[in-house]
């Protein structure tokens, strides 16, 4: 049939008139579509822009790559005196503790509401373990001493890093089997829905938590990195990077 028309238009005298009464095609204001996500039927107006921010799964909510000379203030800093948080060279924050024994040191997003767990947040950090010997190290998304999931390191009772989550002090460690060693690695802490959380060390996953028992699904949780001195010595930990996702509204 195309070629058919062409053929016709060969010789043809061909006068186009110019109407400016017609103009371009309208938009439908409240014209909708049907857009299927995940087997999920969900209806949105065409013109909606915010459609990519409120579907998009693992919303980027905090990114922290530690560049500049200061700590971003969207951080705070707690612990016993004499502990600090430092940039260094090659974009690095330097956790310190002080002197003194079982000094802690720690940054948080202390006094900021956090993010609902049922928002199912992704934590993910690079760090550094400095000393093998004396640090107790803290990667985790935080409510309080009672309420949390993280990695934990402390050689005193254990060499590998722990896969732990706490709900209402009721806790549970799992011995991932991965060694803490003194070369930078990446831990992502997964929220996957209100009775799964899954735990990988350089992307490699490592442990699941599905007991509800030891989920602190109901409460707001914020990243939260601290390190402590086990003995009297002060310790360091290197954190290069902190981000963290959650699913929109």
Do not use: C
């Not at 530690?66 to 060279?89: H, M, P, Q």
């Not at 690695?185 to 799964?196: F, G, H, P, Q, R």
């Not at 963290?244 to 509204?249: I, K």
């Amino acid at each position: 049939m195309g070629t058919k028309q062409h053929s016709a238009l060969v010789g043809a005298n061909l006068h186009v008139t110019k109407d400016d009464s017609v103009g371009p095609p309208q938009l439908q204001i409240d014209a909708v579509e049907t857009i299927s996500i995940k087997d999920e039927n969900v209806t949105e107006p065409k013109l909606e822009t915010d459609f990519l921010r409120k579907y998009l799964e693992g919303r980027q909510v905090f990114y922290d790559d530690f560049l500049g000379a200061v700590l971003d203030n969207r951080w705070a800093e707690s612990g016993d005196a004499g502990g600090s948080a430092v940039i260094t060279t090659r974009s690095s924050l330097l956790l310190t503790t002080d002197t003194d024994i079982n000094d802690i040191w720690r940054i948080n997003w202390n006094g900021k509401q956090g993010i609902y767990m049922g928002k199912f947040p992704k934590l993910f950090a690079r760090i550094t373990v400095t000393d093998l010997a004396n640090p107790d190290v803290e990667v985790a998304l935080w409510k309080d001493v009672n309420n949390y999931v993280e990695f934990f390191f402390n050689p005193g009772l254990n060499p590998n890093w722990l896969a732990v989550s706490s709900k209402g002090g009721v806790a549970f460690s799992f011995d991932t089997g991965v060694a803490v060693t003194v070369n930078p690695v990446k831990l992502k802490i997964d929220v996957v829905s209100a009775t799964e959380v899954r735990y990988y060390i350089n992307g490699v996953f490592v442990y699941t938590e599905t007991n509800a028992t030891f989920i602190p699904n109901t409460v707001d949780v914020e990243p939260q990195i601290e390190l402590q001195a086990i003995g009297s010595a002060p310790v360091t930990l290197k954190v290069d990077t902190v981000i963290l996702t959650a699913n929109p509204e």
